[in-house]
């Protein structure tokens, strides 16, 4: 397939945010293109070459770019600094750069999306000590022979800019509309994802073998599942309304989610946003096989710091030190964990996700042997507000957060919240009735002590409906110095030139950044506000939701991905529920 295809269709993408004119373009692209290549397709316009867990990265850098580009072009890098200067973006300009080139040259000869992929492939695999000249080599033979457009496109891949704006959810649909005639079936589309997790493997399967190939998408062990998640509740009698007479309540406890795969000694674990995370935990990879009574098994636990003296769980932020490449033996003595086992997703060969929650559990307290690391997750039947009250206070005695409760009779929802499954947090007696997870999109220079970090950060929650991260707040409180600094680190790989589109934001900020990173944070209370933009028109014409007095918790949630953020259906549920307690209390 030509290349050019795939970079006028990216060229048209990138002028628009609207979800409806990219899901035809999408579909239009599709169309034109030939099954084998389809799956390259959907990964390359994620910027991706691979299924995020394959931990497959292209790790250009702008300064060896420039080079190849120089190399291709004969001009010299002084001239392409200062193109790049001007817009802040390679791509474009290095399309500028090579138009002036064609201008005097033969024409080039045409290339195809296989040759891209292919040679963007071999560079991502490129290691040691020649890989930077080899890399040189591989992408100023392409750039000889793009045209400027496609140039452009080339770059962006390799420099991870391309920023297309097009969430899962819109290929989906465009494949569904695509390949079955209506989007309708993403329904079906939406399955196979959440088991494989791989979306190009999806769109391979619908273009070659329809929907019935699609619906024949089984588990795969080594292949993550995307995990299935809870909605909150406020109160120990929310919770008996919506559960029913009879159901689990287990403990939550504040760690990092670990999907693990395991096959005789071997051992592969993916965090909760199914990134292959086995390397910062060695002790569980040696340890867990000889816990595993099965020959082969894909299971989920909260992997915990504790205090080995005391046997007491400890916060999520010491399990962070264990996120370094170097050094990780050391961290395994000094921040120990266990193991808490909460269910099982496969075993001997066969998938669970069909089995009820009593049956998973009776199961999982079967597979898993416990000893000192590998635990069961610490769970009782519940029928009452004081069953649950009780439980709950031994949970946080232990240094939990608070409960999971789960309906004993349904199945493993992959990849969806819903009510099968409910969080009750211990914070759900402050103020506002729990704390939110909120996507950083901007932040503000700080002044004094501040200077050179970022003082204030804008930060947003997820627009479902949209597929947008929407403003709720400015948050300046509650960093130390420590904080500041590590979101400075973490954050400023993330800037981008112009604001990404799915961010909906009217406040300015000084930088706008990749809407990536998920922090935690209280408020006093949320009021209606006329510039954010969460929630907007849905309690009132003109007007959206925004937090008051909002102070970070200082949980930076690394483990979470953008679109786990707190949804905008959760805030105006609590906005809701603040109104529903003051007027209880007679204050309004
Ligand atoms: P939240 O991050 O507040 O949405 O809560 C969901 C997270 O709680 C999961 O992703 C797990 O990391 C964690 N968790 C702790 N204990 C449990 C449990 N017993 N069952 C399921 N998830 C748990």
């Given amino acids: 397939m030509e290349f050019s295809i795939l970079a006028d269709s990216f060229n048209k993408m990138e002028s628009t945010r609207k979800r409806l004119e990219l899901t035809q373009y999408l579909v239009e692209l599709f169309e034109k293109t030939p099954h084998e290549v389809i799956s390259k397709i959907v990964y390359l316009l994620q910027g991706k070459l691979r299924p995020d867990f394959e931990g497959i990265e292209l790790g250009v850098a702008e300064k060896l770019a420039i080079r190849a580009i120089s190399k291709s072009s004969g001009i010299p890098i002084k001239k392409i600094e200062d193109e790049y200067r001007k817009g802040g973006d390679l791509g474009h300009a290095a399309s500028v750069i090579l138009e002036q080139k064609t201008q005097t040259t033969f024409l080039v000869e045409d290339i195809t999306v296989e040759r891209v992929y292919e040679t963007l492939f071999k560079i991502a695999n490129l290691e040691g000590s020649r890989s930077q000249d080899m890399k040189m080599k591989y992408i100023s033979s392409l750039l000889n022979d793009a045209n400027p457009l496609e140039a452009s496109f080339i770059l962006k891949i390799l420099l991870g800019t391309l920023r297309l704006g097009i969430a899962e959810n819109t290929v989906m649909d465009a494949l569904a509309i695509a390949f079955s005639g209506s989007k309708e079936n993403r329904k079906i589309l939406e399955h196979a994802y959440n088991v494989s997790s791989d979306l190009g493997k999806?769109?391979?399967?619908?273009?070659?073998?329809?929907?019935?190939?699609?619906?024949?998408?089984?588990?795969?062990?080594?292949?993550?599942?995307?995990?299935?998640?809870?909605?909150?509740?406020?109160?120990?009698?929310?919770?008996?309304?919506?559960?029913?007479?009879?159901?689990?309540?287990?403990?939550?406890?504040?760690?990092?989610?670990?999907?693990?795969?395991?096959?005789?000694?071997?051992?592969?674990?993916?965090?909760?946003?199914?990134?292959?995370?086995?390397?910062?935990?060695?002790?569980?990879?040696?340890?867990?096989?000889?816990?595993?009574?099965?020959?082969?098994?894909?299971?989920?636990?909260?992997?915990?710091?504790?205090?080995?003296?005391?046997?007491?769980?400890?916060?999520?932020?010491?399990?962070?030190?264990?996120?370094?490449?170097y050094k990780i033996e050391k961290a395994v003595t000094q921040y120990p964990i266990t193991v808490n086992f909460f269910d099982i997703l496969y075993c001997n060969g066969k998938s669970c996700l069909q089995m009820d929650y009593k049956s998973r559990r009776d199961k999982l307290e079967k597979i898993v042997k416990e000893d000192d690391y590998a635990k069961h997750i610490p769970m009782a039947i519940v029928k009452n507000s004081n069953d649950i009250e009780d439980f709950?206070?031994?949970?946080?005695?232990?240094?939990?957060?608070?409960?999971?409760?789960?309906?004993?009779?349904?199945?493993?929802?992959?990849?969806?919240?819903?009510?099968?499954?409910?969080?009750?947090?211990?914070?759900?007696?402050?103020?506002?009735?729990?704390?939110?997870?909120?996507?950083?999109?901007?932040?503000?220079?700080?002044?004094?002590?501040?200077?050179?970090?970022?003082?204030?950060?804008?930060?947003?929650?997820?627009?479902?409906?949209?597929?947008?991260?929407?403003?709720?707040?400015?948050?300046?409180?509650?960093?130390?110095?420590?904080?500041?600094?590590?979101?400075?680190?973490?954050?400023?790989?993330?800037?981008?030139?112009?604001?990404?589109?799915?961010?909906?934001?009217?406040?300015?900020?000084?930088?706008?950044?990749?809407?990536?990173?998920?922090?935690?944070?209280?408020a006093s209370e949320i009021t209606l506000s006329p510039i954010h933009k969460a929630a907007r028109d849905t309690i009132r014409k003109d007007a959206g939701l925004a937090l008051r007095f909002p102070k970070f918790t200082g949980k930076i949630r690394v483990e979470k991905a953008a679109e786990d953020a707190s949804t905008n259906e959760e805030v105006i549920t609590l906005f809701k529920g603040q109104k529903k307690v003051a007027h209880d209390k007679n204050l309004i």
């Fill in 202 to 325: 999806v769109a391979e399967t619908i273009a070659t073998s329809k929907l019935e190939g699609v619906e024949k998408f089984e588990v795969i062990l080594f292949n993550p599942i995307r995990p299935m998640l809870a909605d909150r509740v406020k109160s120990e009698d929310e919770a008996v309304e919506k559960m029913g007479n009879e159901f689990a309540a287990e403990y939550k406890l504040d760690g990092e989610r670990v999907q693990l795969h395991v096959e005789g000694e071997k051992v592969v674990l993916f965090s909760r946003s199914l990134e292959n995370i086995s390397s910062y935990y060695p002790d569980i990879i040696e340890k867990i096989p000889k816990a595993i009574q099965a020959e082969n098994a894909i299971l989920e636990a909260e992997a915990v710091a504790i205090n080995e003296n005391t046997g007491e769980f400890l916060p999520f932020q010491e399990l962070m030190h264990r996120r370094r490449k």
């Fill in 392 to 522: 709950l206070e031994n949970s946080i005695n232990s240094g939990s957060e608070g409960l999971m409760l789960k309906m004993l009779d349904k199945p493993y929802q992959a990849g969806s919240r819903g009510n099968y499954w409910l969080k009750l947090k211990r914070e759900y007696r402050n103020e506002l009735g729990d704390s939110l997870d909120l996507v950083v999109i901007g932040g503000f220079f700080g002044k004094g002590r501040r200077t050179g970090n970022y003082g204030t950060l804008l930060l947003a929650t997820y627009d479902e409906d949209q597929d947008t991260f929407t403003s709720i707040c400015k948050v300046g409180t509650g960093f130390s110095d420590e904080d500041l600094d590590q979101l400075y680190q973490i954050l400023n790989p993330k800037v981008t030139i112009k604001k990404n589109p799915r961010i909906d934001s009217e406040m300015e900020a000084d930088v706008w950044f990749e809407p990536e990173l998920v922090i935690e944070a209280v």
